[in-house]
């Protein structure tokens, strides 16, 4: 299956890489301060690292080869001086300017052993020892042999004693240099994985305001699953890009340009040579991230949708067991999870393919080219060119070489997972919101003004046809009609979760599209068909945390709209812990949280979405009698599903298709014996014959 099959998340516009990249730049340059110091202190933590082979190969050429360096008679003592055969030598190197030298002689090693040569030794070549115990050095058809001494170990240890401290010295220098390393890298990776958190902290933040200015109808199509996914796993994907693959890459570089400089040092033929790298681990990547990020976009994609089904089922869990579909549940599941399971095999077939084996291969053909390069040398009979400190400085650096490419190469899974994971969070970032505004108006009178308004939730279909009706402060308007009719779509335009694309809505004269959703509802209360409660306590419930609603506020409203009466068996009373959506509550609870809720700030205008639909009858009797307290001195629009509970409206609107098709009070619109009339004695009809089912009416009453 074809990731645009089903992939509709990403936005995959020319250039947006480079786009994001350049985005995840500037949330860098918020800390750029903290990342520079990780950045300085990772630098050196490679430095003090790649100091190593130039170390050992001073050890090794200086202080061990270089004891086949001449050595020279000499008068004076010194830590230099070796006594042997009774006289005193000291290396070639040691002697200071001017200081007069005696007869040369060679320190030799053949195989395993060392060998005395009191002359000079003018080639340099095979060695071996003839049967007559004399040194013969063998070059191409030259062959010259010198009278060899057989050096005991204690008498080689002399020639090595006075460069014991120099080597001392080295080792501790490189100890030291090791201790600088560690700690450099500690401070980097702590610095680095700190700032990584607070630049995730800040856009997760920046998300998460963000869905707080988004319109409502964003979410129509958006399940909440995708959304979480958003927030949570795709930030954190991203950290992964400051944390690790920012810090493998930068190490990655310094150290390939510190191991090309280091190489250039000691041989820049045979470095030019392994120059070849750097090309091909660009082509390399290029190849890599042109089939990888297709790959993760549908993971990323398919991880989203996992999330979202997860939490509809879990939200669902009653309905899936009552209606026995938890097989279709999990077939349905397993659709999503075989795809993500596809898709990272895949991934994994890639990152086997261009990972470990294609290292090797290239270490394999650096590894030939330095075959090649020294054997051709040592064929050609250059000398004076190869010691053996700067062939194990060679091998090491090519070694080290190859650290920083595996690194690179394992990071880039993860750069693509952070790029993709970015790109979805952006291109939530980049969806059309409003500031939430703190500007603050005059409580409303409640005149509520609707002229000629039409509306569609899409193109053209409309749902509400040249609506037209006026509601006078402190009245109560009620909206009746079938479902679909487009009740709820008025109560939505007035508070602007949509906004009209014909005519205009205005209150106090104003049109509500000239003020900030924000503040235009500052004055108006919601209580919804179906209440939602957050985590907490009843009294955190109503205030909504808002400091200026008093506790003893709380509790006056609690027993304006009666609560007392439904909540007084509560343990804690207005401190009882409310659980998610409140599943702990009855539904009479919950709406009676609602309306309190709704009236704690105040409203001039409050709305009741068949707010007492889902309550039992004597619980919607408590909130009848409480409502008619409460809605002194606002303006009330009630969507009604019960008749019985709006006869005292003032004006109530019937509905049809999206039009007014009656208005006026109960009495006008009864006698008018329209659409109104026969919603009405349906309704009391279906009353009575319950209450003969229940016994509490006779069939003669009836």
């Known amino acids: 299956m074809d990731a645009e099959l089903y992939d509709l998340e990403i936005d995959r516009t020319p250039g947006n890489v480079a786009k994001t990249g350049k985005r995840l730049v500037r949330y860098a340059l918020l800390f750029k301060w903290q990342l520079l110091a990780a950045l300085l202190m990772l630098a050196v933590a490679v430095g003090t690292d790649l100091a190593g082979p130039l170390i050992a190969k001073q050890m090794i050429d200086v202080h061990i080869s270089g004891i086949e360096q001449p050595w020279y008679v000499t008068e004076q003592q010194g830590p230099y001086a070796v006594s042997y055969g009774g006289k005193l030598y000291k290396r070639a190197d040691h002697f200071s300017e001017g200081e007069p030298r005696g007869t040369e002689a060679r320190v030799l090693q053949v195989q395993q052993d060392y060998y005395f040569v009191g002359e000079p030794v003018l080639l340099d070549g095979e060695r071996t020892i003839t049967p007559e115990g004399q040194l013969a050095i063998t070059k191409g058809t030259e062959t010259r042999t010198y009278a060899a001494q057989k050096l005991e170990t204690g008498e ?376 939602f409660l957050f985590t907490g306590t009843i009294a955190s419930n109503v205030s909504l945390g808002d400091d200026s609603i008093s506790r003893e506020q709380v509790e006056k409203v609690l027993v304006e709209v009666g609560g007392e009466r439904v909540l007084k068996h509560l343990p804690k009373g207005i401190d009882e812990p409310v659980i998610e959506k409140g599943s702990t509550l009855s539904a009479g609870q919950r709406q009676m949280i609602s309306f309190a809720r709704a009236l704690a700030f105040n409203p001039a205008i409050l709305i009741l979405d068949e707010a007492t639909s889902n309550i039992d009858t004597e619980t919607e009797a408590i909130i009848q009698d409480a409502l008619e307290v409460v809605k002194k001195g606002r303006t009330t629009f009630i969507i009604a599903h019960r008749l019985s509970t709006i006869k005292n409206a003032d004006l109530i609107l019937v509905l049809d298709r999206g039009e007014i098709v009656e208005r006026g009070d109960h009495d006008t619109l009864m006698q008018l014996g329209g659409k109104y009339y026969q919603m009405y004695q349906l309704q009391q009809g279906e009353q009575e014959l319950t209450a003969v089912e229940a016994g509490s009416l006779s069939p003669r009453t009836v």
């Open 156 to 531: 080689l240890y002399l020639f090595f004693q006075p460069e014991m401290s120099g080597l001392i010295q080295l080792c501790v220098f490189y100890f030291g240099l090791l201790i600088i390393s560690a700690a450099f890298s500690y401070g980097e990776r702590y610095l680095l994985q700190a700032t990584a958190n607070r630049i995730v902290r800040k856009m997760r933040m920046d998300v998460f305001a963000h869905i707080n200015k988004l319109p409502i109808h964003y979410f129509d199509n958006l399940p909440a699953g995708k959304v979480v996914s958003r927030i949570t796993n795709d930030t954190e994907s991203t950290r992964d890009l400051y944390v690790t693959v920012l810090a493998n890459f930068f190490s990655g570089i310094i150290y390939m340009v510190g191991v090309f400089a280091a190489l250039f040092m000691l041989n820049s033929q045979l470095a030019a040579i392994c120059l070849f790298m750097v090309p091909l681990l660009g082509v390399w990547i290029y190849v890599y991230r042109r089939f990888a990020k297709r790959f993760n976009q549908v993971i990323r994609a398919t991880v989203s949708e996992i999330n979202g089904m997860i939490n509809e089922t879990i939200q669902g869990i009653a309905i899936i067991k009552a209606f026995r579909t938890e097989k279709k549940t999990l077939q349905d599941f397993e659709t999503y999870n075989l795809r993500h399971f596809t898709y990272k095999s895949k991934l994994l077939s890639l990152n086997a393919m261009t990972g470990h084996n294609l290292v090797g291969v290239i270490r394999n053909i650096a590894f030939i080219a330095l075959i090649w390069y020294f054997g051709g040398i040592s064929i050609s009979g250059v000398e004076g060119v190869i010691s053996l400190g700067v062939l194990y400085a060679f091998v090491d650096y090519l070694n080290r070489l190859f650290q920083p490419v595996v690194r690179i190469v394992n990071q880039l899974p993860n750069l693509e997972t952070a790029l993709v994971s970015a790109e979805r969070v952006f291109v939530l970032l980049d969806e059309q919101g409003e500031e939430v505004s703190d500007q603050k108006i005059e409580r409303y009178k409640g005149h509520v003004k609707f002229e000629d308004v039409w509306f569609a939730y899409k193109d053209d279909e409309y749902v509400l046809k040249d609506i037209a009706f006026e509601a006078k402060p402190g009245q109560t308007v009620a909206l009746v009609g079938h479902t679909g009719s487009g009740k709820s779509s008025i109560l939505n335009l007035l508070f602007r979760f949509y906004d009209v694309q014909r005519g205009r809505i205005t209150i106090d004269g104003v049109d509500i599209k000239d003020v900030p959703r924000q503040t235009l509802r500052d004055h108006m209360g919601i209580v919804l068909q179906d209440p």
